[in-house]
């Protein structure tokens, strides 16, 4: 039995269908994220899930037990605010009291455990100043202290990070993992930033527009992403375009410009048909470059282009080249050598094994259905 | 035109580099005008004499004895309180009610009685006193003991709303959502949450309310009748007819309720912790 069911989750705020028939499970100990753009419905999923927002269809089982209709304060459920909401009015030790105070814990186990809490937090001797006090990661701690001390059967966290500076952030996400594994609580993550989600979480769900897109581990989501969605918002990813002139239970064959290549069915969505117009995506570090004076390109079994090195930026070991290609515009590649100088002629391939078509659906793509995609930084910032 | 804007350069330049030295200024006139004559006032109050000459020959407490014997002048704290003590908690009560109504819900005329409640600070006080007058004690009858309040009330309902009114603005209504994540009904919510964080608001409202009600002159002359005067009244027939010190001991009562409302509402409301936030 899963700790957390959730099954058919709808949510619609008059015409607005924010949350759409969303299936997914927590199980006990795990940490898993919930990572979509904003608008994607993630937060409104977790606050069904803690009893502010009710359904508009489906159930959520906690425990084997339907908490659905039932008010926030009677679901053993603690949220970790975006805003983070501590109490102004009291002090750090009895914000993260409180919820044992409404359970009517005795004030010197109160004490205790708030004590015991904010060593695990690494906030010992903080427990008499007021949140105002405290800098931004301390607010942080003890909005973590003060879900964990309730030992809550999951912790449920909206965004708490994205105020924080990059560093910090890092920090606490280490600190998260840390207090996580010690606490052995399970954590429900809501985040639009890839960076932690990727670095914290066991499991996956990427959301958006309201519909489930895909739930795995992070290697599952980065190595076959089920949408283009999916490749896109995790990691960075060239597209190109094409078309599949041939289709068989083994291979495709796919044209984007430059003659027909052998791609295996694997790497091809399912409702990808032939004679469809696709999108064929592939990371920058499955991408090779090499000197145009000294190869030759009769790929027929490759993807294969030249192009001019638009620009070059270390990335600790690899570099990251922009190449302007003569087939598909701008295409990055993540290679190892640094030999390449702007300007410089070379050739862009990648083995078709490595790619991922998907049927070319403009209303799928984040960036609103332009042909030649860079992939940003990575960065995505605050919302 | 460029001589008008080569002007208004000129103003500005003159702004930027004495703006601490003209604001110093400004504050040393309001100091000047409305402190100065204030102290002079209670300096006054300890001086021997019938008349009020200034510097004082001797100085003495007599007027404060004068003051706690005359039982017309004790008579008329003890109506003032009467009136402002009902007329205070009738007008918070309601300011509360029209902030919460305010912040929490949307209905159809949500402006309008945002502006309704603060209008008669802009309506000039004579206007509103004849109006009341021909209202209250003409067209409704209603006893004299209950226009006073009810005058008292309207006079402070904006005011009180002004201060309780950002109080609900500013309280962060998550709050509420932690408190119920954290195990707590509505009622407890409320009573640990909610009433702790709007309590300052609420009572700075009240004792600004209490000060206008226990200072009021205007409505309070225009609606009261023959029966006996308040304290602002009543200080206005002595200047009339017979000025002595005693006038400037009940100014000092005036100043002594005034300051003691202020330092009532700093203790209870934790300023300090307010402003830290």
């Known amino acids: 039995m899963s700790l957390l069911h959730v099954s058919g989750l709808t949510k619609e705020f008059g015409d607005l269908v924010a949350v759409d028939d969303v299936d997914f499970d927590v199980e006990d100990g795990e940490f898993v994220s919930i990572l979509g753009p904003s608008g994607s419905g993630k937060s409104t999923v977790l606050r069904m899930v803690a009893g502010f927002e009710e359904p508009t269809a489906g159930t959520i089982a906690l425990e084997g037990e339907e908490i659905v209709g039932k008010p926030p304060f009677e679901r053993d459920v603690n949220m970790v605010f975006q805003d983070l909401a501590l109490f102004p009015h009291l002090t750090v030790a009895e914000n993260i009291g409180y919820g044992l105070k409404q359970q009517g814990v005795p004030k010197a186990e109160r004490r205790e455990r708030s004590e015991r809490m904010l060593e695990m937090v690494r906030l010992e001797g903080y427990g008499d100043r007021t949140p105002a006090e405290l800098s931004g990661g301390e607010q942080q701690r003890v909005a973590l202290a003060r879900a964990l001390v309730n030992e809550p059967a999951l912790v449920l966290f909206d965004e708490p990070l994205s105020s924080l500076d990059r560093k910090l952030r890092q920090h606490m996400q280490t600190e998260l993992q840390r207090i996580q594994t010690e606490t052995d609580t399970t954590f429900l993550y809501v985040t639009h930033d890839q960076e932690v989600a990727l670095a914290v979480s066991d499991r996956l769900i990427v959301l958006n527009d309201g519909g489930t897109q895909q739930i795995g581990t992070v290697e599952d989501l980065y190595e076959d992403p089920a949408s283009r969605f999916v490749a896109d918002f995790i990691g960075d990813v060239n597209t190109v375009t094409g078309r599949v002139t041939d289709l068989d239970d083994d291979r495709a064959l796919i044209d984007a410009g430059t003659g027909e290549i052998p791609v295996p069915r694997t790497a091809i969505a399912a409702d990808v048909a032939a004679g469809d117009d696709v999108d064929v995506c592939v990371r920058p570090y499955q991408v090779s470059l090499r000197d145009a004076a000294t190869t030759e390109t009769d790929a027929t079994d490759a993807f294969a282009s030249t192009g001019t090195v638009l620009s070059r930026s270390y990335q600790g070991s690899d570099s990251l080249y922009d190449v302007d290609t003569d087939a598909w515009g701008t295409v990055s590649a993540e290679v190892r050598e640094d030999a390449f100088r702007n300007g410089e002629d070379v050739t862009v391939t990648w083995a078709p094994e490595h790619v991922h078509v998907y049927r070319r659906d403009d209303e799928d793509r984040p960036d609103g259905g332009e042909t030649e995609d860079r992939p940003d930084g990575g960065e995505t910032e605050d919302e | ?277």
């Not at chain 2, 003890?78 to 009560?93: G, M």
């Not at chain 2, 954290?182 to 009572?203: H, K, M, S, Y």
């Open chain 2, 1 to 277: 035109m460029s001589a008008l804007s080569s002007l208004s350069a000129a103003v500005e330049r003159t702004v930027h580099t004495h703006a601490a030295r003209m604001a110093t200024a400004v504050i040393a006139l309001v100091i000047a005008f409305l402190w100065i004559p204030i102290a002079v006032l209670v300096f006054m109050s300890f001086a021997a004499g019938g008349v009020l000459s200034f510097p004082p020959e001797q100085l003495t407490l007599e007027w404060y004895r004068v003051f706690l014997t005359n039982d017309a002048a004790i008579d008329a704290i003890v109506t003032t309180i009467t009136i402002s003590v009902p007329a205070t908690i009738i007008t918070v009560t309601l300011s509360t009610m029209i902030a919460y109504a305010i912040d929490r819900y949307v209905f159809p005329g949500r402006d309008w009685l945002q502006m309704l409640a603060t209008l008669p600070i802009i309506v000039p006080l004579v206007v509103t006193g004849v109006a009341m007058v021909l209202f209250f004690n003409g067209t409704l009858g209603l006893p004299e003991y209950v226009s006073v309040v009810v005058a008292h009330v309207i006079r402070t309902i904006p005011f009180a709303t002004l201060v309780i009114l950002p109080t609900f603005l500013t309280f962060d209504r998550r709050l509420e959502e932690a408190s119920k994540d954290l195990g707590a009904d509505e009622l407890r919510t409320f009573w640990q949450v909610t009433l702790p964080n709007i309590f300052p608001g609420i009572v700075a409202g009240g004792l600004l309310a209490f000060t206008l009600s226990f200072n009021e002159f205007v409505y309070t002359y225009f609606v009261k009748g023959s029966g006996d005067p308040t304290l602002p009244v009543y200080i206005w027939n002595q200047i009339r007819y017979n000025v002595t010190p005693e006038v400037n001991v009940i100014s000092v009562v005036f100043l002594v309720v005034a300051v003691t409302m202020v330092l009532v509402a700093v203790s209870l409301t934790r300023v300090d912790l307010l402003t830290r936030q």
